[in-house]
């Protein structure tokens, strides 16, 4: 059991927000590793062809692999309180570029020995060491986002502000205790801690600080706990929603979110243009493309060109799982 200790003081600074830092961390950990999401599949091919940039092959050489269990905090900074989250992940690669170079020590190399199940490659040490580490660091992220999850962000940000209203709502009416009892069947409220079921026992002193709760959605669904970093406490646990589906026959479904995609897929029994369907379901064409092109990229569509246009008609597999909803 890990029993992490915090204090009124950390119970009134409780809040909720999103990480887009800790997003992409998940999604480029999956990329590396050549793996694939429990819900949401293949990261994809702009993902691994991200992997060429040498600030983002540097980014996943620091991330956990073959059965090492640490994540250098520094890489997720503790999300900020700005008040659109507009700028969440500006200002998280911000922290990371101003990093203070002790810390990056200690994690990087520190940390990373004890936890590891390989050395540091050399040139990662190198880099660490050159003082510059911090600046290619936050490059990667912002390229990574920019190739890989900027398009479906909107997507997955939805399914988070979905969950943190559900939260919000749970603490005024419950109270923070029991609202993180409520974040996870392996956690619970003990009175002055959170405890997280592990097979080792442990404690962390978590008082005095900022307490941000962090809804994970490719993180599903696994619960992380960040305290390295001084000052800051991150508890990132799954959001609502995701796996729901999870022992269907396939979980690309849940790709497939809100009444505008089910439209789509309900009108492509024959190929029909984006202007065409846009007029259709009464969406701007670029709307309409927009959700095309996550349509496609979870192979529930294909699309094809004929002359000036391109047409896009539902997959087998697509016109199954709509057969299966309707029962």
Same mark, same amino acid.
């Given at each position: 059991m890990l029993t992490l200790r915090v204090d009124a003081d950390t119970m009134a600074r409780t809040r909720l927000a999103p990480s887009p830092a800790s997003?992409?961390?998940a999604w480029l950990r999956l990329t590396a590793a050549s793996g694939r999401h429990p819900v949401f599949g293949d990261p994809g091919p702009l993902a691994r062809a991200s992997l060429a940039h040498p600030d983002v092959a540097l980014l996943a050489d620091l991330l956990p692999q073959n059965g090492d269990t640490y994540t250098p905090d520094l890489l997720t900074p503790q999300p900020g309180t700005d008040a659109q989250r507009r700028d969440l992940l500006d200002e998280q690669i911000a922290q990371i570029e101003a990093a203070a170079q002790d810390d990056l020590e200690t994690q990087v190399f520190t940390y990373t020995r004890?936890?590891?199940?390989? @050395?540091?490659?050399?040139?990662?040490? #190198?880099? $660490?060491?050159? =003082? #510059?580490?911090?600046?290619h660091?936050?490059?990667? /992220? +912002?390229?990574?986002?920019?190739? +890989?999850?900027?398009?479906?962000? @909107?997507?997955?940000?939805?399914i988070i502000d979905q969950d943190i209203a559900h939260r919000a709502t749970a603490i005024a009416t419950h109270g923070v205790g029991r609202a993180l009892g409520a974040l996870h069947p392996d956690m619970d409220w003990a009175g002055d801690a959170v405890t997280l079921a592990k097979s080792w026992d442990g404690e962390i002193d978590a008082t005095g600080r900022d307490l941000v709760l962090a809804p994970g959605v490719l993180n599903w669904p696994n619960v992380?706990?960040?305290?390295?970093? @001084? =000052?800051q406490f991150v508890l990132y646990y799954p959001a609502q929603r995701i796996g729901a589906?999870?022992?269907? #026959?396939? =979980? #690309?479904? +849940?790709?497939?979110?809100?009444? +505008?995609? $089910?439209? /789509?897929l309900a009108d492509l029994e024959t190929p029909r243009s984006t202007t065409e369907l846009a007029a259709r379901i009464g969406c701007t064409p670029g709307t309409v493309s927009y959700h095309l092109s996550a349509l496609h990229r979870a192979r529930l569509v294909t699309k094809v060109r004929d002359g000036r246009y391109v047409l896009y008609q539902r997959t087998a597999h697509a016109a199954g799982l709509l057969e299966e909803a309707r029962g």
């Open positions: 997003e992409s961390m004890t936890h590891w199940n390989r @050395p540091l490659l050399a040139t990662t040490r #190198r880099i $660490a060491e050159s =003082g #510059r580490m911090q600046r660091l936050a490059n990667g /992220l +912002a390229r990574f986002w920019r190739d +890989a999850l900027s398009e479906g962000w @909107p997507e997955l940000r939805s992380i706990i960040q305290v390295d970093t @001084p =000052g589906g999870r022992g269907r #026959r396939s =979980g #690309r479904i +849940a790709q497939v979110v809100g009444n +505008a995609r $089910a439209a /789509l």
